[in-house]
């Protein structure tokens, strides 16, 4: 083989694997988006539409009305539930995030003896998975009146001791010299976290913000266990009521999963930097 | 704020190195100093002992604010409810969370004693044994497709990251109801049905268990952009030299990939396999929303995960003191797991 015919071989079969990688990225990017678009097509078409074996890419005429049924239906209080929802995640990421970040800060810098045995304690926690002690949990909660109540719902999820960790880790590294000119201007311990390290940790609060915010609005097994009630259903449970009861109105649920997956979409969009800097950090230094 | 007119004599001080006790005390000593001039109770700060190395007061003070909330939080929801309910399990606590009637270890004999119970474990093991290596491929592959493609790469993982944001609840609703249901108009049956395939009742269809591949894929799509990006990650953090150096030697391809890409890969690889052994040993929300009741009609599940199980005895026959136990038994099967395999993989090893 002459050096001309190796090298236009050597083109020609870099040309095919980049066809090839091409047509695996269409195939992909195709599977991983059609449940979108299968919710979305669902979501505007009436019954009929959907169970009928004819393919139809989208629907003829829009039925925007399955999003007005969907919050017109009263046994379903869509609209309460949304609102629990957002109420529960809105503050369950900043606060979760905050208080960790105190604790990693004081972990991390103030050298009070003890200290150690007390990291101890927070790392042991990290041992047992949150789902699995839903029953001691809902015993505390249940006897503390929190059945069927938003800060129920709320209030164990606040705890996390794998964000104080992957804060202390944080603030170890932080520049000692930042401090430093605070310490100068007289700052106490506290005084130095709340002026300087937590002002300086805004990636890190955002990225670590934003996962708490899409766990606490994804989370389904507790919110399941404390509010068996309606009027403290989060948007998951109405959602999964609607998919379990006897009767399926399937137009409704894909209206309804449209508004459950909708505002996180958006939210992930907006904030994408910080929760793939938030998956990397939390990922690899467990 | 205003600089305390005793800073410059604790910080003057020569002391070892700044993140010492010492050095932290140094500056505990400030700010008890600063906060002592206004107060006449604070005359110790003048006295023999205020420059020793030893944490202040303040030092305590801030230590306290800042993690009392997160201390209190845990003893509470961790400590004494696992406490609590290491008493229930062994109780007889049926219809109350009050520890009343002692029986010893009856309830862990009861729990192990029920086929349901067992067959929950042995379906947790079965799910864990597909889920983990099939997710770890994925992603890894993911991760290396996206990896090298220079342009759109940042839409691309976009793309395999946005299931991330769905629920599992709003999730199983769409492979129940429009991919993998049983009628001629879900996607499965519609693309089998242009390759002369009858369609088929995916979630009910026990023998092959069709059911399988609807857990699978679906916790394939939601899982698998997160993991790609702690791939990712850690294929950034490869050194491009060793890739130079060994294509110098003339390895290409595979090769590269197992003796360089993979090694490299390995802490990651390691935390990958260790959350995937956790999420999945948790699986419960797909199960419970594909196979309870609705469209599949049948109203029992064909398989339960252990935590199902929980679900319907502590919350369901409001038996706490059998849910305690077996809330136990979970905890301890992960625990073993994740040690177990942090022995065999070195995990942590690095952790100081």
Not at chain 2, 19 to 27: C, F, I, Y
Not at chain 2, 267 to 296: C, H, K, P, R, W
Not at chain 2, 324 to 336: E, N, R
Request: charge should be positive; glycine fraction near 12%; include cysteine.
């Amino acid at each position: 083989m002459t050096t001309a015919a190796r090298l236009s071989a050597a083109r020609l079969s870099a040309a095919l694997r980049l066809c090839a990688r091409g047509l695996l990225v269409g195939l992909l990017t195709t599977a991983f988006l059609t449940p979108f678009y299968l919710m979305l097509r669902g979501s505007l078409m009436d019954a009929r539409g959907i169970t009928s074996p004819h393919w139809t890419w989208w629907p003829s005429t829009m039925h925007f009305e399955n999003f007005s049924a969907l919050f017109g239906d009263p046994t379903l209080s869509m609209g309460r539930a949304l609102a629990n929802s957002t109420v529960i995640a809105l503050v369950t990421a900043p606060v979760s995030t905050l208080l960790a970040s105190a604790a990693g800060y004081a972990f991390a810098r103030i050298p009070v003896p003890g200290r150690g045995v007390l990291l101890g304690l927070v790392v042991a926690t990290l041992m047992i998975p949150g789902s699995v002690t839903f029953v001691p949990t809902f015993v505390v909660v249940g006897s503390l009146g929190g059945v069927n109540t938003l800060w129920g719902i709320i209030v164990p999820g606040l705890f996390n001791p794998f964000a104080v960790l992957l804060f202390r880790n944080f603030y170890l590294q932080f520049p000692a010299e930042i401090e430093e000119a605070g310490r100068l201007d007289g700052l106490g311990w506290f005084g130095l976290y709340r002026r300087i390290a937590l002002p300086n940790s805004g990636a890190m609060l955002a990225s670590l913000g934003a996962l708490a915010f899409i766990d606490s609005w994804n989370s389904f097994l507790w919110p399941l266990v404390i509010g068996q009630d309606p009027s403290a259903w989060t948007a998951q449970i109405a959602l999964s009521t609607f998919l379990t009861s006897q009767t399926i109105n399937l137009p409704g649920l894909f209206a309804g999963a449209v508004v459950t997956i909708v505002p996180l979409v958006v939210m992930f969009l907006v904030a994408q930097r910080y929760i793939v800097a938030g998956i990397a950090t939390s990922g690899l230094k467990g | 704020m205003l600089p305390a007119p005793e800073t410059t004599g604790p910080s003057g001080r020569p002391g070892p190195s700044r993140r010492s006790v010492a050095g932290a005390a140094r500056a505990g000593g400030l700010r008890a100093g600063r906060r002592g001039a206004g107060r006449p109770s604070s005359g110790r700060r003048s006295g023999p002992g205020a420059g020793r190395p030893r944490a202040g007061r303040s030092a305590w003070i801030a230590f306290a604010l800042l993690t009392a909330p997160m201390l209190i939080g845990l003893g509470v929801f961790k400590y004494v409810a696992i406490g609590w309910s290491f008493l229930l399990s062994l109780s007889d606590a049926r219809g109350t969370i009050a520890p009343s009637r002692w029986v010893g270890l009856d309830n862990y004999r009861a729990l192990l004693s029920d086929g349901a119970f067992r067959g929950s474990l042995t379906q947790i093991l079965l799910f864990t044994a597909f889920i983990v290596p099939v997710t770890f491929a994925a992603s890894l592959g993911l991760a290396l497709l996206v990896h090298r493609i220079r342009r759109g790469r940042a839409a691309l993982r976009t793309v395999f990251l946005i299931p991330a944001a769905v629920s599992y609840v709003a999730a199983s609703l769409l492979w129940k109801m429009c991919l993998f249901n049983g009628l001629p108009s879900g996607i499965a049956n519609t693309l089998g049905g242009w390759f002369g395939m009858d369609p088929v009742p995916w979630l009910q269809t026990t023998s092959p268990p069709l059911y399988w591949i609807v857990l699978v894929t679906l916790r394939l799509w939601l899982q698998v952009g997160f993991y790609m990006v702690l791939f990712l990650a850690g294929l950034q953090g490869i050194p491009k030299d060793l890739y130079e150096a060994a294509a110098l030697d003339g390895a290409t391809g595979l090769r590269l990939l197992r003796r360089i890409t993979l090694p490299m890969l390995r802490n990651t690889s390691v935390a990958v396999l260790m959350l995937l052994f956790i999420a999945a040993f948790q699986a419960f929300d797909e199960f419970y929303n594909l196979f309870n009741s609705g469209l599949s009609g049948t109203g029992s599940a064909p398989v339960q995960t252990p935590l199902g199980y929980l679900y319907n005895t502590a919350m369901g026959s409001q038996d706490y003191g059998l849910g305690s136990a077996g809330a136990f038994v979970l905890t301890a099967l992960i625990v073993g797991v994740t040690l177990i395999q942090g022995r065999f993989t070195g995990f942590g090893r690095s952790e100081g």
